[in-house]
């Protein structure tokens, strides 16, 4: 995948995690990634190799450490991507 | 929530894992006999979890050489490397290091934590990127904050997911550090050293390797992982601990690049801390000619970690990739993991204990480490007592 619209990317965002998460949350781009979903830290590590994957891109582990939202996340993805 | 409470819920979240009286971490230990044996308790157990891989914390040559440091040069330096604490020993184990890596230089960091973070502080900043294994140990990945470079971790030991971010990284690369270990400390298992050096041609990267428990353990003379692949001149920068083989406290990094010496002015954790004291590094000193003239005992030590891991692998655990000094005994479910290092320590075996998150991949681990001086009864004890608990435990 090349894409680099934001709204593609919360759109698969909240795809992949409504199916790793056990909870019955409405995942939207305001949910909290871990405070509201129970996923644990090993399978959002997965999450996050398979998005990089995705989206050819490498996450650094510093930025990360602000990401709270799905937002965030997608916000910080879509950032990478277009300086890529 | 306060600060205090936020310790009170992770004191809460760490008990719920471990019942009340399981002492599996910080366990004390009451007295030590030798390289394999000391009392926990009440009990005289064999030392199985210890990072002493060449059996040498007794070793007369550094004892002696330790007790005539302390003697002539007193306890402690009171300083820091860069102000009054370097002495003539830290100067001559410093030549030594450098001679043993046939490397330019050589610095002595006060520990091997202080290593990793002091020498990738000071080889990287804000604007360039570190490329680090999955399963890197913390000194590693506390180095990489400390230095403020963009941290980026590949799958451990995969070259492909490696290479695809060295990719990644496009013109970036020249300003990136690589950091791998010689021998991982979890599963015991090496870094792919021969094709990580390509890439890091290929890329035009900066290497750096960790020998923290490959030193004294693999190559002839034990250098470790640079040795057993005839790779020296390929890997940039070394570092590694005093505290395994070596049996002391402290730590170093080799180079061949000149610029190595810059450290010394510009890294934290190199500057801003006392220098080991005298003794210790004394007995360092003798350890690394000891270590240098081992053939012996890695020979010993090779033969315990095959024996111990074939029996494992044997009997039905799962094991690491392939054998090594840690040896570990990989579990799904940590409250067996738990009986099986209380029924162990019943049995007069310590061993370590390693539980979610610190395991990879959320596994929990009940990790032997071998060492030169176990005999071979020792090791066939071990084994027959994992054999009874894997029926007792895993298959009841
Ligand atoms: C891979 C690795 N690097 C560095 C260190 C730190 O060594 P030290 O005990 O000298 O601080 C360790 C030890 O725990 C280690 O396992």
Request: net charge negative.
């Amino acid at each position: 995948m090349t894409n680099n619209n934001y709204n593609e990317i919360i759109e698969l965002l909240c795809d992949r995690l409504d199916s790793l998460a056990d909870s019955e949350v409405n995942i939207t781009a305001e949910t909290n990634l871990i405070s509201e979903l129970s996923i644990d830290s090993v399978k959002l590590l997965n999450l996050i190799m398979e998005i990089e994957d995705a989206f050819d891109i490498s996450i650094p582990i510093n930025a990360l450490a602000d990401v709270q939202t799905v937002h965030e996340l997608a916000s910080l993805i879509s950032k990478i991507k277009s300086a890529s | 929530m306060n600060l205090l409470e936020k310790l009170d819920a992770a004191a809460a979240a760490r008990k719920a894992m471990l019942p009340e009286g399981v002492g599996a971490f910080g366990i004390p230990i009451e007295e030590v006999y030798s390289a394999t044996e000391a009392r926990i308790g009440k009990r005289r157990v064999l030392l199985l979890g210890t990072n002493n891989y060449l059996g040498l914390t007794f070793a007369p040559e550094c004892i002696q050489a330790a007790h005539k440091a302390l003697d002539e040069e007193g306890t402690g330096t009171t300083g820091s490397r860069m102000a009054n604490g370097s002495y003539y020993g830290h100067r001559a184990l410093e030549r030594e290091f450098a001679d043993f890596y046939d490397c330019g230089s050589g610095i002595v960091f006060t520990t091997g934590y202080q290593a990793n973070l002091g020498t990738i502080s000071g080889l990287v900043g804000r604007g360039d990127t570190v490329l680090i294994d999955g399963d890197s140990h913390a000194s590693i990945f506390d180095g990489c904050i400390l230095s403020g470079a963009e941290i980026i971790r590949f799958k451990h030991n995969d070259m492909a997911d490696m290479e695809k971010r060295l990719r990644r990284l496009g013109d970036r690369t020249e300003t990136t550090l690589i950091i791998v270990e010689g021998i991982y400390s979890m599963l015991g298992d090496q870094a792919p050293l021969a094709d990580i050096v390509e890439l890091k041609n290929k890329y035009r990267c900066t290497l750096l390797l960790d020998e923290a428990h490959s030193l004294g353990v693999l190559g002839e003379t034990g250098q470790g992982l640079v040795e057993k692949t005839g790779l020296q001149k390929e890997v940039d920068f070394i570092t590694g601990t005093f505290s395994k083989s070596l049996c002391s406290i402290g730590g170093f990094c080799v180079s061949n690049h000149p610029q190595l010496d810059q450290l010394r002015y510009v890294s934290h954790p190199y500057i801003f801390t006392a220098s080991p004291s005298p003794a210790t590094i004394a007995s360092t000193r003798a350890a690394l000619q000891l270590l240098r003239e081992g053939s012996h005992l890695r020979r010993q030590l090779w033969k315990n970690c095959t024996q111990l891991y074939n029996r494992l692998a044997e009997i039905g655990y799962q094991v690491g990739p392939e054998p090594g000094p840690v040896i570990a005994a990989i579990l799904d479910n940590p409250k067996q993991a738990l009986q099986i290092w209380q029924r162990l320590l019943e049995k007069n075996i310590y061993v370590n204990l390693i539980l979610p998150p610190a395991a990879p991949d959320g596994k929990s681990l009940v990790r032997c480490s071998v060492n030169a001086a176990h005999t071979t009864e020792q090791m066939t004890y071990v084994g027959d007592s994992f054999a009874n608990l894997y029926h007792e435990i895993l298959q009841s």
